[in-house]
T-cell receptor, first 115, second 109 residues
Framework: ETGVTQSPTHLIKTRGQQVTLRCSSQ?????VSWYQQALGQGPQFIFQ???????GRGNFPPRFSGLQFPNYSSELNVNALELDDSALYLC??????????????FGEGSRLTVL | AQRVTQPEKLLSVFKGAPVELKCNYS??????LFWYVQYSRQRLQLLLR??SRESIKGFTADLNKGETSFHLKKPFAQEEDSAMYYC???????????FGDGTTLTVKP
């Protein structure tokens, strides 16, 4: 059984640039959630994708967008990067029959630094 | 609005002592509560969830709807329990999980 994998593991961008983070969900899972974790804080919910549709969104501006593909992998895109976007971005996959929460299986994260 | 509060950032106990990590939540609907753990150099993983009502690695947690709490307890802490613990609130049929800011547990020999 393959776990959740994320890429890249680390990246550095400058303010105003755009970034794409990728996530491969665990085998058998149909739901992907993205979280932002700033230093010293818990993961903050960005959004979730279920059956390729956005299924819930946290308090993040529209410049945070995502996609889920037919194989249930997912991308997180962030446009017009700001310094405060520097954080660890976590992807979590799960299986849901109705788009609910369920047990989350996390990747190791992508560490984004914005200069 | 959903909110999870873990009042202790750091908690330190001696091996063999009881440990309780506190979690309080606010949510108007029917909550699903979870405890996640992150050991050193490992990814975040589920420790237990309230609906399963089981003990994992000696840890238990009881959902108290009257006090809106879901405290994590273990009667005899072990050094390998040292980790970061996050309480999380989920919802059936909706994607959002809300995490607390975590408690770092250190179990001293």
């Amino acid at each position: 059984e393959t776990g959740v994998t994320q890429s890249p593991t680390h990246l550095i961008k400058t303010r105003g640039q755009q970034v794409t983070l990728r996530c491969s969900s665990q085998s058998g899972h149909n739901t992907v959630s993205w979280y932002q974790q700033a230093l010293g804080q818990g993961p903050q919910f960005i959004f979730q994708y279920y059956r390729e549709e956005e299924n819930g969104r946290g308090n993040f501006p529209p410049r945070f967008s995502g996609l889920q593909f037919p194989n249930y992998s997912s991308e997180l895109n962030v446009n017009a990067l700001e310094l405060d976007d520097s954080a660890l971005y976590l992807c979590a996959s799960s299986f849901s029959s109705g788009g609910g929460t369920g047990e989350l299986f996390f990747g190791e994260g992508s560490r984004l630094t914005v200069l | 609005a959903q909110r999870v509060t873990q009042p202790e950032k750091l908690l330190s106990v001696f091996k063999g002592a009881p440990v309780e990590l506190k979690c309080n939540y606010s949510y108007s609907g029917s909550p699903e509560l979870f405890w996640y753990v992150q050991y050193s150099r490992q990814r975040l993983q589920l420790l237990l969830r309230h609906i399963s009502r089981e003990s994992i690695k000696g840890f238990t947690a009881d959902l108290n709807k009257g006090e809106t709490s879901f405290h994590l307890k273990k009667p005899f802490a072990q050094e390998e329990d040292s980790a970061m613990y996050y309480c999380a609130l989920g919802r059936a049929h909706a994607g959002k999980s809300t995490f607390g800011d975590g408690t770092t547990l250190t179990v001293k020999p």
